[in-house]
């Protein structure tokens, strides 16, 4: 019979099941967050002290107060007597104002640069190289210089400019002839985006329906009644006039039309082009990662040069397009706050002022960021949700 | 719309018959091979050549190259119709140096030259060892005594005179200097397993990333007195260089993170087989396979916050750009800010082509 050798009891750890690895990293964790956690409590501490010497309170009441700051060019009305806060807003409609359209336009030219490098022209192919490479390696703060400057060396408002019957260009900026938008415009055009909506919805049902029973259904008529049909009938019945209204030089200035500031103008013109310069690069790639199979497939079905490109090359090419693509979006807004260095007036102008002003400092910056952090993160929502739609979906 | 050639890599050549002049072959794949291409170079060709020659006329035939020192009536003469070059010669020490003391100016200028020398090694693949390290900081040593000045006979220049080019490589180089292993720790951070850390790294990285640099510049130059111990201050240069590595240090830590991905698992776990420490596996096995991957993307970087480097002008620090916008303020020459802008430009454009070059090279062996 034998007994069972009494085991030696377990060895004990100091941490009960815990090993060294895991002991290390718990090490290494406190130690990183101790230090970051010091530095900020530092950092903080000096601050209070140093806010309570200068006699500023901190929290954002000044926001309330009366901002009594110019702003020369804004989107939204603004008078000087109005809050720090109603600046803040003009700001940042601003921001948007040069970064929407500055985006839509880098986007356009962006492409046709980038497919004209691919042109089987040499002349058309090397140039564009010589576009990309040109403003790719300059810096934007020298472009958006020297396009301000060119922008002041314009004629005066007298001897302007007339690329076109009601264009001026002159150092006032760019004026154009302009449709004078009020409410009840709004409203028709807000139809028009209801129907375009609408549109898209019916579009992609019938899509599916052609995908059951392969019978094609013309979308066009749709398009016809919603987009087209429904806003012109809610035209005539509100009586909406569409009149244009031409710009006329009296005295030393323009009166009526869409006013450019040379300020938004120089910004606008030195986001484009830079920013399109990268866009070409990132099409131009896009592009030719499509393997050559792929265009060999679409001759051989005898497919037209526009819905091959539509069809079949498109589609494959935004895959690889689209990502880089969010990346230069993201800069082109970042960049806008170069705005500063030629006195246009964003978000970033404004909070400076501000700061200046008021000496509330974290609270301003703590404002840029929050604006900024926003746009960012509701340009990669838009454009990861565009790239799912888009992306190859595997059997 | 153009059309687009089939492929760059198929030889243009053997889709036509090889018969005739060699030029006109040339000449008719290239140039005109369907009519509505013809039409389009023929336009192209005519737009082309007007430009060229308004830009010959105002750059080259009526331009004013040289006028007696600090007299701008014959440029003002030749305004609207010709370019006033002779702006540069009048002003290219203010333009390059800024307000360094004018005899010492040979100190900037051999440390531009050393920057440049170090780039060049930088380069050269068989240089890439652990002696690289010690030449960098060897060649950033120098040129701080260079610059400084205060021994070896040499007079002492405080940084607030310092300006122009040599602050723009400054801004530049020790970004880079400073940035990559802050790049490196962050990035190891953010693919650490242990969740404080990373979160911290992702944190940094993020805040950084999705503010404009402005801000960050804005943030050194005005709230950084606050952050500190009142007394204590540093100077407005050294600021605007924390910012710039801070900034520099979120970028590349993302391209390096991008490397690490590239490294596979197995190289890892046979790491962890040896009994490698975190840091000896890292230092030894992963990082420089890591960092080999993305030398062409950390080259592209490293030209983005070159030209990036410009934006101090806001918080009024005097790089090159700067003292090129000063040196226009002068009233006798403030009319000829495009010439200074095109000076300048061809000074940035020659750093960044021949680094975009260069990538462009590593790219294409690197395949190979």
């Not at chain 1, 921001?95 to 929407?100: G, K, M, Q």
Request: aromatic share 12%; net charge positive.
């Amino acid at each position: 019979m034998t007994t069972d050798a009494p085991r030696p009891p377990p060895r004990r750890r100091l941490f009960g099941a815990w090993g060294r690895r895991e002991l290390q990293g718990l090490f290494w964790q406190v130690l990183v967050v101790g230090i970051a956690l010091a530095v900020i409590g530092f950092l903080w501490s000096n601050t209070v002290t140093n806010l309570s010497a200068r006699r500023i309170t901190t929290g954002f009441a000044f926001l309330g107060r009366e901002a009594g700051m110019p702003i020369a060019d804004s989107l939204f009305a603004y008078n000087p007597r109005d809050t720090y806060l109603w600046a803040f807003v003009v700001g940042v409609g601003n921001t948007l104002r040069v970064a929407v359209i500055g985006i839509v336009l880098a986007t356009i030219l962006g492409t046709l640069i980038g497919i004209s490098r691919l042109s089987a022209n040499w002349l058309l192919s090397r140039l564009a190289a010589v576009y990309v490479e040109t403003l790719r390696d300059i810096p934007l703060l020298l472009q958006l210089l020297f396009w301000y400057v060119l922008m002041q060396a314009l004629p005066a408002a007298r001897a302007a400019w007339r690329p076109i019957e009601g264009v001026f260009l002159s150092n006032r900026g760019l004026i154009l002839p302009a449709v004078p938008l009020g409410p009840l415009q709004l409203w028709v055009l807000g139809t028009a985006v209801l129907g375009f909506v609408v549109f898209y919805l019916v579009r992609r049902r019938l899509i599916a329906q052609q995908m059951r029973d392969g019978k094609p259904r013309p979308a066009w008529p749709f398009a016809l009644a919603l987009i087209v049909a429904l806003p012109a009938m809610m035209s005539v019945l509100l009586g909406v006039s569409w009149k244009v209204e031409w710009p006329e030089l009296r005295g030393f200035n323009f009166v009526g039309g869409l006013t450019l500031a040379p300020e938004y103008f120089a910004l606008l013109i030195a986001l484009v082009t830079y920013t399109s310069a990268f866009i070409a690069e990132i099409v131009r790639s896009g592009i030719q990662s499509v393997p050559r199979g792929q265009w060999d497939a679409a001759n051989a079905l005898g497919l037209r040069r526009s819905f091959m490109l539509r069809q079949i090359i498109l589609p494959q090419a935004l895959r690889v397009i689209v990502p880089p693509m969010t990346s230069q979006y993201l800069n082109l807004t970042k960049n806008s706050s170069l705005a500063v260095a030629i006195g246009y007036q964003d978000v970033v102008s404004i909070a400076n002022t501000t700061l200046n002003q008021t000496g509330q400092a974290i609270e301003a910056i703590a404002l840029i960021m929050a604006v900024f952090l926003t746009i960012s993160l509701s340009i990669s929502f838009f454009m990861n949700w565009y790239n799912a739609r888009i992306a190859l979906v595997e059997r | 719309m153009t059309v687009i050639a089939d492929s760059p890599d198929t030889p243009r050549a053997a889709r036509r018959p090889q018969i005739g002049n060699p030029v006109l072959r040339w000449l008719r794949t290239n140039l005109f091979s369907s009519i509505p291409n013809g039409i389009l170079s023929v336009v192209l060709l005519a737009v082309l050549a007007k430009g060229i020659f308004s830009f010959a006329q105002w750059g080259i035939a009526n331009a004013v190259w040289l006028t007696p020192a600090n007299d701008s009536s014959a440029c003002r003469a030749a305004r609207g119709v010709g370019a006033c070059w002779a702006i540069i010669p009048e002003k290219y020490r203010f333009i390059l140096f800024g307000t360094y003391p004018f005899d010492e100016q040979w100190r900037p200028a051999l440390s531009v030259l050393l920057f440049i020398a170090l780039f060049y090694l930088s380069t050269r693949r068989a240089l890439w060892r652990r002696e690289l390290v010690l030449l960098w900081i060897g060649a950033l040593a120098l040129i701080s005594v260079l610059m400084w000045g205060g021994v070896f006979g040499l007079a002492f220049v405080s940084q607030d005179r310092w300006g122009g080019l040599p602050v723009t490589l400054i801004l530049a180089t020790f970004g880079l200097a400073f940035g990559f292993p802050l790049g490196i720790l962050v990035a190891l951070g953010r693919r650490s397993k242990l969740p404080a850390i990373r979160s911290l790294s992702v944190l940094y990285v993020e805040l950084i990333r999705g503010v404009p640099l402005v801000s960050l510049l804005f943030m050194a130059s005005v709230m950084f007195p606050l952050f500190m111990p009142a007394g204590f201050n540093i100077d407005k240069l050294l600021r605007a260089q924390i910012a710039i590595i801070l900034f520099a240090g979120a970028y590349l830590a993302e391209v390096i993170r991008g490397g690490l991905q590239a490294v596979p698992r197995g190289q890892y776990e046979a790491a962890d087989a040896l009994g490698l420490s975190y840091w000896r596996k890292n230092r030894l096995i992963v990082l420089p396979q890591a960092i080999r991957h993305v030398i062409p993307p950390l080259v592209n970087t490293f030209i983005a916050f070159f030209k990036d480097t410009s934006l101090v002008l806001i918080i009024g620090i005097f790089d090159l750009l700067t003292t090129a916008k000063t040196a226009i303020i002068d009233p006798a020459w403030q009319q000829f800010s495009v010439e200074v802008y095109i000076f300048v430009a061809a000074i940035y454009f020659v750093f960044c082509f021949a680094m975009s070059r260069y990538s462009r090279g590593l790219e294409a062996t690197s395949g190979r």
